[in-house]
């Protein structure tokens, strides 16, 4: 394994290249009517139509591009709710190395499956009475599996930050510096890829967390200074971004940047989340949907501002979906 | 009125101009899963992510943009089950147009709320008993409003082209020339505006109609070489497509361009609903999701080919997509 250091622009840049003829350029989507009700303009990132449904598969791909040839052999495993699973799953078919995944026995059903659809074998633990980590950990050891971290890794992050190199990207092209990005927030690993790129590239542009209430540990580690957990017996209906804490690495870059974290409330994802499928007509997880939530919501000011919005993913159970959309 | 003639590349490259601000450029959207499923390379282009949630705001914007100042106070009428109603009323908002618009009492509830919403009056009509051209030409004589025709007018298929235009543009962006572009059809405005781009821009592409089971009068329109209509008994869940007959001026264009007609069955049409809500992240009504229902039903071979296919709206009704997302 290399030394560990902060992520640079090179290094999302280098992720770029990897990823070019793999992941997909998600488009940034503007709406009429969403910038009337906003005041402002929104350029929403949708990595809901990435490659398994979530940005997660760029930063997979791109540390298993890095794994040594020789190591591949054995393997790789990863634990995950389920998109980091399904970006570590899928990322290991295209270069045909086996994966083990260890994925809660509550995940969604759909990312359980998708999972086991890109060929993974999947290792279902209880989350209350085991240790995720230690499962991994055990894993690695029999088999020499690599383990392919969720957020905490340069190589994630650098993947992740490609994300913050296309809105960039996609903003020159329509000529406009967005004021802010916003971007939906669990382990932070998009975050600081996101803020990584961003300062290099538009360092203008202000970048915001957003976590769903009961989950904010970045936004109170933030502001503390210094990394906070969050209470364990939280619950949230945005299973993608339940992560105790901020990682070590993605705190550093977040601090370095001086982000700033919103919050909102499950009832406002939700809304969020049937707002997207009824005025957008894209299909975005509540994980996904915290950004556009706290648009909504106004949570940020966006009068008279360009603000760009990462939906960071769209795996979402059917009677989940139906819950959300048949409450707006 | 100017002389009713075929449109040219000219006219939609106007009406691109007209557009340019006000439309969404919509993205042509690749997802890898699909293509290998497919066999092929398949790039769908997401008109459900147009303003108003299909392709009929070009048109409905175009021929408005095209009425002389003096007329536009009088408003504009006209006759549709949902997206063009839409797409007329969010036109005739920006122009600062009254709109009235002619709608069955059975059409989406969504389309009517909707149309409502941009400011349009909607009267209802009983689709058994009642003519809603009739009621159209009424208004027209009573109030002075110009009729604002669904899709056999020059200025409407000028404006549908623009999708044919915007295609053939971000092709050439990744550098590929489409074998086939399928094309959601019913009365045949978006089929007749794209086969007319194509036809200039990219003459090797062959253009393919996709329409429901029962209402496949294009298909045997262009087998018998002169128009035919369907049966009036005849039902599919694909409101957007139930047209009784080719247009004249439509299908002069499809006769001239020696289109082929594919047909798929609800069944198909409502897989194909659940497959972009739970792979391809997109909310797609039945009637948009009928060029992918023939790919994913093989109704054409794709297999080492590109094809282009339009996503024609994605405006559709909660109880109906529940019922697609869970039968799948």
Redesign the interface.
Known sequence: MTKITLPTLADIEAASKRLQT?A?LT?L?????LNEKAGGRILLK?E??Q?T?SFKFRGAYNFLSQIEPAARINGVVAYSSGNHAQGVAAAAQIFDIPATIVMPSDAPL?KVENTRGYGAEVVLYDRVNESREEIAAEISQLTGATLVPPYDHPWTIAGQGTVGLETVDQCEIIGVVPDAVLVCCGGGGLTAGIATALAARSPNTKVYTVEPDGFDDTRRSLEADTRVANDKSSVSICDALLTPMPGELTFAVMQQHKLTGLTVSDTEVCHAVAYA????????EPGGAVTLAAILSGKIDCRGKTIAATLSG?NVD?AV??DC??SS
């Open positions: 793999h997909v488009p989507i503007e709406n009429p009517p949708a809901s139509l490659r449904g759909m499928w009824r005025h957008l007509k894209l299909v975005v769209g059917a979906f139906r959309i048949r």
